[in-house]
């Protein structure tokens, strides 16, 4: 699979990764802004503002942390090469610690319920990550293990790709893809169950892709057990799922959070 969609000049490049984000981004502005609760939430003015914060903030957020714990793998020639950065490697937990902060701080200079906002956003946010990791499986980054030659695994021949080539992958990407679909759904469902509590989408959305990523970390090819033989990576979910549970309990259920419709 050629990473790359067309060549423009130079080292840049138009690639399937960056496509592929831009599409599930799109995707996730149309559904959200489409939901028929969203103008109670924000005016159109207030919803894309705060939109173009969180996303701001998760590319931010979900590039920094990758530097962060993966800089020691980059290679100087990597790094002199700007389209190899923009071709793949992003950290979803940074992107979504990134885009939290983001709504927060937007949703606070308008003013708006900074509850109601995360909650929107957590009901459609998963079908962005779910598009976006199939740019991940055609760039080759977050490959998978190696697997006996089966139906279900994947091979990369393309120099560049991020993947190690010729060598049968297992494809943790359209997993967390697929993950993350279902997610998009049951989230969804859950915005729109009649009594829920404010906080609990949102809550959902994060918990179900942190405990994805833990348990599908286990069979990353490009995985670096640090302590306790878990990643970086898997101590950075534990952490998000720790905070996550003591934000439901404080201010969904025993704080009685404010039912819903």
Known sequence: MNPFI???FGPFAISWYGFLV???????????????????????????????AGILGGLLGGKLLFIVTE????????????AAILLGGFAILGAILGAIIGVVL?????????IAALDLG???????HSVARLGCFISGCCYGMPV???????????????????????????????????????CSWAYHFRGRRDGLTFSLYVLWESAARFIVDFWRGDRISVMYGLSVYQWVSLGIIGLMCL???????????KRRW
């Open 6 to 8: 067309f060549h423009l």
């Open 22 to 52: 831009v599409t599930g981004v799109s995707l996730f502005l149309y559904f959200a802004y489409g939901d028929m609760r969203r103008s109670a939430i924000a005016s159109t003015t207030q919803f894309f503002d705060c939109a173009a």
């Open 71 to 82: 800089f020691g793998d980059v290679s100087i020639a990597c790094w002199q090469d700007g």
């Open 106 to 114: 937007m949703a606070r200079a308008y003013k708006i319920d900074v």
């Open 122 to 128: 957590g009901a459609y946010a998963l079908i962005a």
């Open 148 to 186: 006996a030659l089966s139906a279900f695994s994947v091979m990369y021949t393309h120099p560049s790709s991020l993947a190690p080539l010729h060598i049968s992958l297992l494809p943790t990407q359209l997993i967390m893809s697929v993950v993350s679909l279902i997610g998009f759904f049951l």
């Open 247 to 257: 934000f439901l309990y404080s201010k969904v259920f025993a704080g009685k959070g």
